[in-house]
């Protein structure tokens, strides 16, 4: 207790300016947490938790045996993993090609220029998707030669995905890139300096160097991106899909919020969340595990 008590005075400040953070977990994370009991009950605002009927798992049953539960788990585990094949290694190469450049201006200007749209609300984002892809939208006009015709991209099932996931690069890249490039700034410039004794090119420099340089850095970065998997950016999935699109648009978030808000199936939707979110723990304790497993890098 002593040496708690002398680690305190020493550093103070440091633990009063981590009581917001704690705070904020606590308040916005944890305490909602007890909640999830509304998963196991026929939830009534009226009766309120405690006095709700209690139903068990019929919740659950009443989601793995609905029609929609192979439509929303599909759709959910599609647009996760095509986001994590193309949008995980666009902000590495981003970085990569970056950390290249060696005119400062032009550097900071790509960089700027990057990063902007992750700073634009997801409204706005929206908006722009939905004035490009209309029937007389920039982007429909330049594709419409390959489709054969005219029409509203966002009301057609089979380009939902493409759109969600290229729109997603675009959004997240840039930004997401600024750990790639801090990472990248910490490899041992000697490394370069032999490689080149050794005949390495740019090409092999990068293969054998730079990215096992920063291979923790992808490995941590996955690890979180795959405990993500299943929320797959619900806010933009709302504003951008409608009920013509559901086959391919319809995702477990969006559907919670369907029976939670729209429907007032509070314990059910309740049970559907709680569903995504063991899921994707078990996502990132399996990959963690992995990458304990396999390698020295790991999360925790």
Request: charge should be positive.
């Amino acid at each position: 207790m002593r040496a708690l008590y002398i680690n305190y005075k020493r550093h103070k400040m440091v633990y009063w300016m981590t009581l917001p953070v704690i705070l904020y977990f606590v308040v916005f994370h944890y305490l909602p947490m007890a909640g999830v009991i509304m998963a196991f009950q026929n939830f009534s605002p009226k009766t309120g938790i405690f006095g709700s009927e209690w139903v068990g798992f019929q919740n659950f049953i009443d989601f793995f045996n609905s029609p929609n539960f192979i439509r929303v788990l599909k759709n959910t585990l599609a647009l996760s993993l095509l986001d994590l094949l193309f949008g995980f290694p666009a902000p590495i190469i981003l970085a990569l090609l970056l950390n290249e450049i060696r005119a400062r201006l032009f550097k900071r200007t790509v960089q700027t220029i990057s990063y902007l749209p992750y700073f634009l609300s997801t409204a706005i984002i929206a908006g722009l998707i939905h004035d490009f892809t209309s029937s007389t939208g920039p982007i429909t006009t330049m594709i419409a030669p390959l489709l054969g015709k005219t029409a509203n991209l966002l009301s057609l099932p089979e380009m939902f995905r493409t759109i969600f996931v290229t729109t997603n690069i675009w959004q997240f890249m840039g930004y997401n890139s600024i750990i790639y490039l801090a990472a990248l700034s910490r490899v041992d410039s000697e490394q370069y300096e032999a490689a080149k004794i050794d005949g390495a090119g740019h090409w092999k420099q990068c293969i054998h160097v730079t990215i096992p340089g920063i291979s923790s850095t992808i490995i941590i970065m996955l690890i979180l991106n795959l405990g993500q998997m299943l929320n797959v950016n619900f806010e933009k999935v709302l504003l951008l899909y409608n009920s013509a699109i559901y086959e391919t648009a319809d995702v477990i978030s969006t559907y919670i919020y369907r029976q939670g808000i729209l429907s007032h199936n509070y314990g059910y939707s309740t049970a559907v969340g709680l569903f995504n979110s063991v899921i994707g723990l078990l996502l990132i304790v399996s990959a963690n595990y992995v990458s304990k497993k396999y390698s020295e890098t790991r999360l925790f």
